[in-house]
């Protein structure tokens, strides 16, 4: 469950992200609204890990892009009605 990113191992990063989320779920139930689900679900195969933070309204998502063109794809993505 516990794990230690190394230097430049984006990867890990990523899954510690996605393990944060899930764990956020669990103790938060109704934190993921459905388009926040969709979107992130649009988003999974350009990232390494994605979550949100904040609360009521003020908070935002976090996306860890796999590489200079997944990041292209989910910019594009988010200026885009497609998602929501």
């Given at each position: 469950m516990y794990s230690v990113a190394?230097?430049?191992?984006l990867e890990s990063v990523g899954q510690c992200m996605d393990e944060y989320w899930v764990l956020k779920k669990?103790?938060?139930?109704?934190?993921?609204?459905?388009?926040?689900?969709?979107l992130m679900t649009s988003m999974r195969p350009y990232a390494l890990g994605m979550?949100?933070?904040?609360?009521?309204g003020g908070g935002f998502m976090y996306v860890l892009a796999s590489d200079h063109e997944a990041q292209k794809n989910i910019k594009n993505m988010f200026n885009s009605a497609e998602v929501l």
């Open positions: 190394i230097p430049g191992d669990t103790m938060a139930p109704g934190c993921e609204p459905e388009f926040v689900a969709r979550c949100m933070a904040g609360a009521g």
